[in-house]
């Protein structure tokens, strides 16, 4: 089966400026992640959806962040401005219907914020 | 809320085993998973315990106490290709996540 797709690969913008994220899971899976992962970390949920709705944005900044996945299936991830602490990797994580532990990743966004 | 700690580092020789610990403090814990991803790559799944226990696949075993609060993921057979980072992950019973943050593999000739 096909993975997790995510584009841009890389982006590179100017502070302030705002930028998209898509990432299109595999076919069927309900439970859709993003995560921030800043150099040398490990990755921190921003939000979890089930199917198009949000289960856990806790940790989601809202004043500059926003997600949404309109049909249950693919889903994007806007900062909107970003600021140069944003620079990071943007992954896309799936979990199939059924399945409790298994998360698979896609290859995720480069993003740096000059 | 959840927070993990695990080493930072941890190298070994190739043939070698390597164990890398996880300890963990979480409310509604459901279950231990463990991620490896190498440089510029994204985390690929390895284990996941949710009983306490050994699980074995293949050279990777996972190993979770949960009256401790620990857990472990061990290599054996180490080859150079096993250089990465390592991270655990707890998860909740709502499948929320939350990783440590990561130990990175050196696997020496």
């Known amino acids: 089966e096909a993975g997790v797709a995510q584009s841009p690969r890389y982006k590179i913008i100017e502070k302030r400026q705002s930028v998209a994220f898509w990432c299109n899971p595999i076919?069927?899976?309900?439970?859709l992640y993003w995560y921030q992962q800043i150099l040398g970390q490990g990755p921190k949920l921003l939000i979890q959806?089930?199917?198009?709705?949000?289960?856990?944005d806790s940790q989601l900044p809202k004043d500059r962040f926003s997600a949404e996945r309109l049909k249950g299936v693919d889903s994007t991830l806007k900062i909107q401005p970003a600021k140069l602490e944003d620079s990071a990797v943007y992954l896309c994580?799936?979990?199939?219907?059924?399945?409790?532990?298994?998360?698979?990743f896609g290859p995720g966004t480069r993003l740096t914020v000059l | 809320g959840q927070s993990l700690e695990q080493p930072s580092e941890v190298t070994a020789v190739e043939g070698a085993i390597v164990q890398i610990n996880c300890t963990y403090q979480?409310?509604?814990?459901?279950?231990l998973s463990w991620y490896q991803q190498h440089d510029g790559g994204a985390p690929t799944f390895l284990s996941y315990?949710?009983?306490?226990g050994l699980e074995e696949t293949g050279r990777f075993s996972s190993f979770l106490s949960r009256s401790d609060s620990y857990g472990y993921l061990l290599l054996q057979e180490l080859q150079m290709k096993d250089s990465a980072s390592y991270f655990c992950?707890?998860?909740?019973?709502?499948?929320?996540?939350?990783f440590g943050p990561g130990t990175r593999l050196s696997v020496l000739p």
């Open positions: 959806f089930q199917n198009n709705g949000v289960v856990d």
């Open positions: 992950a707890g998860s909740t019973y709502g499948q929320n996540f939350v």
């Open positions: 979480t409310s509604g814990f459901y279950g």
């Open positions: 994580a799936t979990i199939g219907v059924g399945s409790t532990d298994t998360q698979y």
């Open positions: 076919s069927g899976h309900a439970t």
């Open positions: 315990n949710a009983l306490d």
